[in-house]
């Protein structure tokens, strides 16, 4: 399975078994993979906004119908003063 003596894929020996990444280089990739991200259009952008808020509403609305119910159900079973 492993190597336990702390060689990367390479064979080079190193501590943690990775060789560091200098921040230039990680910026740059970083950058590079953002350049491969397929960006939604406004018009996208628009529709996945309403779809995101309808359906938060529609389970906003069923968790405060559940709540109301089952209140007054509590209240129902061990009586209000």
Do not use: C, N
């Amino acid at each position: 399975m492993g190597s336990s003596s702390g060689r990367s894929a390479r064979g080079r020996s190193t501590p943690t078994g990775r060789e560091r990444t200098s921040p230039a280089t990680f910026y740059r990739q970083v950058v590079a993979e953002l350049r491969k991200v397929v960006w939604p259009t406004q018009q996208q952008l628009i529709t996945y906004f309403i779809v995101v808020v309808s359906f938060v509403l529609f389970f906003m609305a069923v968790v405060s119908l559940l709540d109301l119910g089952f209140g007054k159900a509590v209240f129902a079973l061990f009586g209000h003063k």
